[in-house]
């Protein structure tokens, strides 16, 4: 799959060592010299070993006037490990490579063909390179109100439509673990004489186990971008960008690279990288075998938890999905009358445990190679609790409303049916599609004079901002874009949920900037 000469090597994180162990007398950043200035509080926070590697590369593993090119060496390993061309590591996450690769191959005017459920990276990209989408509606799972992927038919429709388009975009694995065709979209897009980029964040693993979905790069992407500290060992923040000649510029990729990258990136989170790459080449396809088995119990366990339903591999028979990650977990407590939120509130106050991320409808969890029996033991106990405390309070109301004393349960496809006759508000973009009017670019409505109006007074007037539900940090309104009464109404329903939004002036929603007419 790869070329594993070298590939035991880890030049960053070795040199991150010798640095450490020289006894350096440090005159360079940062101000609290290896720890030795640092608050009593953040050496307790952190660690007086951690503080004592807080270093960036120019001025700790290299020196300043004479590089050892330990980072191109390290990059170079990775290309070949992911099966790229060429790699950057990066330090501000997949956003920054997201954003560098909108730069990489469009400019003002340009058009790209893009996911409407993309990462608000890919927004923010739009509006630096003052580029055009072209949105193609992902399908959405409608039982358990997430979205699944973007339908090959759609891209070529859009392919069609737009044959001057620069790139085609797409988001692989989703937030929940669908899988788009990679494949038949790289030849669409080959065959249009355009680029396939995959914003591959969710799937850093995929290429070291054979038991998992393929992965862009394997499937042939012409660039992706995948987060190393979501699924594997590195710190936060720690992703990589990866590409290969031809189709997308390389140089001009680069540069893009270093002008949103940091330049003073932080030394472990780049020997985070190096390590977590030599990690997975050496014993991917073991450590990974093991987690499908734990997130394969975890998932016949919570399933016979009565009221408990926890999405699987069948639905991924929805049009646009090719393949599903079974290392993501969604969990849905719906039919005991508990959101999302609930749900996560519930486990982290009764049985300490933590999740990925929550919305409306569900939680969603990673297992991984650090997970163990006990972890997954912990998990379930938790839901099991949660199922009993839920199920005795759902009894008691719908008893002192004369109704039965427990719904039926729902069917594994769709866990949230009951979800509205007891009371539970969804808002109505998590359960379908949202109509999507552009009516300007996102970059000229971002930097267009505005005005503020009520959320009653907005519909058909152009969006000046944007609003991103977050997790997972999808936008359900763009700059550029003509606000609809069916968007109006999810924004309302998101507000008296209480939904966590980036993006607007007003996170309460009462208002939005609207272009000036």
Partial sequence: MFDRTAQDETPLTDALLEYRASAMAAFHTPGHKLGAGAPADLVEAVGRRMLEADFGIANGLEDTQESRGLLARAETLAAQAWGADIAHFLVNGSTSGVQALVLAVAGPGDMIIVPRNSHKSLLAGLIFSGAHP???????????????????????????????????????????????DVEALAEHAHAAGIPLIVDQAWGAHLRFCSKLPVDAMTAGADASVTSVHKLLSGLSQASIVLACRGRVDTDRLRAMVRMLQTTSPLAPILASIDSARAQMVADGERLWSDALALAARARSEIGQIEGMTVLSAPAKTAAGVCDFDPVRLTVSAAALGLTGYELEMRLRRESKVAVEAADPRNVVLNVTFGDSDESIDRLVAALQLVAESAAADLGERLNAEGRAARPAPPGPADPAGPAESLGLVVPTGLVEPLPVTPAMSPRDAFFATTRTVLLDEAVGEVSGEMVIPYPPGIPVLAPGERITAEVAAYLKEAALLGLSVHGPHDTTLATLRVVQR
């Fill in 134 to 180: 072209v949105y193609v509606e992902p399908t959405v799972h409608l039982g358990w109100g997430v979205a699944a992927n973007v339908p090959t038919r759609g891209v070529l429709a859009a392919l069609d439509a737009h044959p001057d388009a620069k790139a085609v975009f797409v988001t692989s694995p989703s937030y929940n673990g669908f899988c788009a």
